[in-house]
């Protein structure tokens, strides 16, 4: 975890994002396996339909935005920086910014793939 002069996030921001995304995503968790449960007592295994593979496949994706957008908030962020503070980095924020950005990227393929699903 990056200390706060590092990080582009505050640290309350930070904390605040994980609290409100993890409740979130325990609501929907609990959405998609009460889903889960009444389609297999219903239907059984043998009869899932398409629809209950791409939510099984949209819960996942929405697990990994979950994950990415906290691991981008909690450390040294991305290629988001103000102007000028780029000769104070040390070479450690600028390993920590370059994964962050690597995860941005994955965040935003988690984001862009559910739209694929929809149409």
Same mark, same amino acid.
């Given at each position: ?12 921001? =930070?904390?605040? $994002? ?8 325990? /609501?929907? &968790? ?5 889903? @889960? ?20 496949? =949209?819960?996942? $994706? ?8 906290? /691991?981008? &908030? ?5 290629? @988001? ?39």
């Amino acid at each position: 975890m990056a200390d706060q002069t590092t990080t582009t996030f505050d640290n309350s921001f =930070a904390h605040t $994002l994980a609290v409100q995304s993890w409740s979130l995503y325990g /609501v929907g &968790a609990l959405i998609f396996a009460l889903r @889960l449960f009444t389609r297999l007592r219903w239907t059984g295994w043998k009869n899932f339909e398409l629809d209950d593979y791409l939510s099984a496949l =949209a819960f996942g $994706l929405y697990t990994g935005l979950i994950v990415c957008l906290n /691991v981008i &908030a909690d450390g040294g962020g991305s290629n @988001l920086y103000p102007p000028g503070s780029y000769d104070t980095f040390t070479p450690e924020d600028i390993k920590e910014r370059i994964y962050g950005s690597k995860i941005v990227i994955v965040s935003e393929q988690v984001m862009a793939i559910p739209h694929l699903i929809t149409l």
